[in-house]
């Protein structure tokens, strides 16, 4: 069974930093983009961050920009998530999607590819 598999989540307090990491177990991800979202409680999945395969393509939510940096290793279909500046309105589980770049950005249910999520918990 095709799986994204998240990890590095934990507790951090505001200020700090954390780096989240996707890996696929089953397969590789050859073309597809790859991206973060987030689903803190009470409130809907949203878009964090979405790379395309080249990299040369990268979209961020206007609540993470300039504190987050997606990246990503193509020959291990790994994407990362550098997350600086936490804020405890970063709290929620974050999930790994793989899929098409516009998709992935505009569809609420756009990628092909879901991980089961890491929770991130940021203290004031």
């Known amino acids: 069974q095709v799986q994204l598999v998240e990890s590095g989540g934990g507790l951090v307090q505001a200020g700090g930093s954390l780096r989240l990491s996707c890996a696929p177990s089953g397969r590789t991800f050859p073309g597809y983009a790859m991206g973060w979202f987030r689903q803190a409680p009470g409130k809907e999945r949203e878009v964090v961050a979405v790379?395309?395969?080249?990299?040369?393509?990268?979209y961020y939510a206007d609540s993470v920009k300039g504190r987050f940096s997606i990246s990503r290793v193509n020959v291990k279909s790994t994407v990362y998530l550098q997350m600086n500046s936490l804020k405890p309105e970063d709290t929620a589980v974050y999930y790994c999607?793989?899929?098409?770049?516009?998709?992935?950005?505009?569809?609420?249910?756009?990628?092909?590819?879901w991980g089961q999520g890491t929770q991130v918990t940021v203290s004031s």
């Open positions: 790379i395309t395969w080249s990299g040369l393509s990268i």
């Open positions: 999607a793989a899929g098409t770049y516009h998709r992935l950005i505009s569809e609420f249910d756009g990628a092909d590819y």
